[in-house]
């Protein structure tokens, strides 16, 4: 399988090649050059089968010619180690839950995934790679737990200053070793700018070898289509609605294109928060990136989503209005839905889970069916928001130890030469 630039469908890339370089040396962004199709009937005997299998099918096309299958099985037993298990909220209404893992969020799937990949690819080589990745919340955590200790492999993680959780900080600031954290004065676009800036640094480029672990990756986003399979080995071939609370919408990307394999998804539901750039494309016509809102839903505030060029790049505009529908929500109204459903339903949900369930109940309103929230990460990592729901201690022991652990990282303002300067030195 190769991959192509957005910005460019001659540039082609093996996949080893597209996981190494991150970013594409025209600012697009590396997509599969096709589609593969599962096989006729996947979906009649979904039940019998297990996420390492359905890993397998699903992933083997699109690193075929860089993975042998030993290999892929391998990063694959390693990456899936963890349950998703489906709960009922209310009704025909259900969470994927996805923050099983060591971060407590659905990037560990990707993070993992992508760092087992890069440890295979400079296995037995000299040169070094040099990952650098922006957060607004989570990728931080995933990023610095999956590639902490991984031979070859330096980690430069930038995250805004104040506009994280204190548990997302610690995650991503007591690491030793090959992870380093830089605390940038600034919003989240900022640091991913910083991060966008250093890939078409031609100077930089030639003396470090630089990969990013946002879902601006291909071994970030398409494994993530992995999980969107649980709901239908629980339920069977039914088709579902699938609602994804979205930021950077790597998570959506993954989604769509797995239902373009063939997963019988009736409908996408993109729940946002009040960074709604893509609800408001979706009802105008118009993409208009803005400047970043801070909320509760703090990883989802993003003003001008990476991943929106790759779902343009899947559909026509009239296409991608029909298969995604997206709602935007209030603090406020996030806050009370996650009062409500805890209330009425004994269901904890974090404020990125409320939104997205939110989006879902809103669309259910006038649709049959089950439909299914993404659960993304795990409600003790927004205390600051939940104390206001439940004075229930969730903290699991994990967590209670890492809060006790002290921060390490470096300031910066908002200054590419000094960022530059950070990494070589």
């Known amino acids: 399988?190769?991959?192509?630039?957005?910005?460019?469908?001659?540039?082609?890339?093996s996949f080893q090649e597209a996981v190494k370089e991150g970013l594409p040396s025209d600012n697009g962004l590396f997509?599969?050059?096709?589609?593969?199709?599962?096989?006729?009937?996947?979906?009649?005997?979904?039940?019998?089968?297990?996420?390492?299998?359905?890993?397998?099918?699903?992933?083997?096309?699109?690193?075929?010619?860089d993975l042998k299958d030993d290999q892929l099985k391998s990063i694959i037993w390693k990456t899936f180690t963890f349950d998703f298990p489906v709960r009922k909220?209310?009704?025909?209404?259900?969470?994927l839950e996805l923050f099983h893992g060591s971060s407590f969020a659905f990037k560990d799937v990707g993070a993992t995934f992508l760092a087992l990949c890069l440890e295979e690819f400079y296995k037995g080589k000299k040169d070094k790679c040099t990952i650098l990745v922006a957060t607004s919340g989570d990728t931080g955590g995933a990023v610095a737990a999956a590639f902490s200790k991984v031979k070859n492999i330096e980690v430069v993680i930038l995250y805004p200053s104040g506009k994280v959780s204190e548990l997302q900080e610690k995650q991503l600031t007591t690491f030793d070793e090959n992870v380093?954290?830089?605390?940038?004065e600034g919003d989240f676009d900022e640091c991913q700018q910083l991060v966008k800036q250093a890939f078409l640094d031609a100077?930089?480029?030639?003396?470090?070898n630089i990969s990013s672990a946002n879902s601006i990756n291909v071994a970030r986003f398409l494994p993530q289509m992995v999980y969107y399979f649980a709901p239908f080995i629980e339920f069977g071939k039914e088709p579902l609605t699938i609602s994804v609370p979205s930021g950077n919408y790597g998570n959506l990307t993954a989604g769509l294109i797995a239902q373009k394999m063939g997963l019988p998804v009736k409908q996408f539901i993109a729940g946002a928060n009040r960074n709604d750039v893509v609800p408001r494309y979706l009802d105008s016509g118009?993409?208009?990136?803005?400047?970043?809102?801070?909320?509760?839903?703090?990883?989802?505030?993003?003003?001008?989503?990476?991943?929106?060029?790759?779902m343009m790049d899947l559909f026509s505009e009239q296409e991608l209005k029909e298969k995604v529908k997206g709602f935007a929500f209030s603090d406020s109204a996030t806050l009370e839905a996650m009062k409500k459903v805890y209330a009425e339903n004994g269901y904890l949900l974090d404020p990125h889970g409320a939104v997205g369930y939110l989006a879902l109940a809103e669309f259910m309103k006038?649709?049959?069916?089950?439909?299914?929230?993404?659960?993304?990460a795990h409600p003790c990592k927004f205390m600051n928001v939940v104390k206001d729901v439940t004075d229930e201690n969730i903290l699991p022991d994990s967590v209670q130890a890492l809060m006790q652990k002290e921060k390490k990282r470096v300031k910066l303002k908002v200054d590419y030469q000094e960022f530059k300067k950070f990494l070589l030195n």
């Open 366 to 376: 006038t649709s049959e069916g089950k439909g299914v929230v993404l659960e993304t």
């Open 286 to 310: 118009q993409y208009e990136p803005k400047a970043t809102i801070p909320t509760i839903s703090n990883a989802m505030d993003v003003g001008n989503p990476s991943n929106f060029q790759r």
């Open 31 to 65: 997509m599969p050059e096709r589609i593969p199709q599962l096989p006729k009937g996947y979906f009649e005997n979904i039940q019998n089968k297990n996420i390492h299998e359905v890993a397998f099918d699903v992933l083997k096309p699109f690193v075929e010619g």
């Open 1 to 13: 399988m190769n991959y192509y630039s957005t910005k460019n469908k001659e540039l082609r890339k």
């Open 180 to 184: 380093k954290a830089l605390e940038i």
């Open 203 to 208: 100077d930089l480029r030639n003396q470090l």
């Open 89 to 95: 909220i209310k009704d025909n209404n259900y969470a």
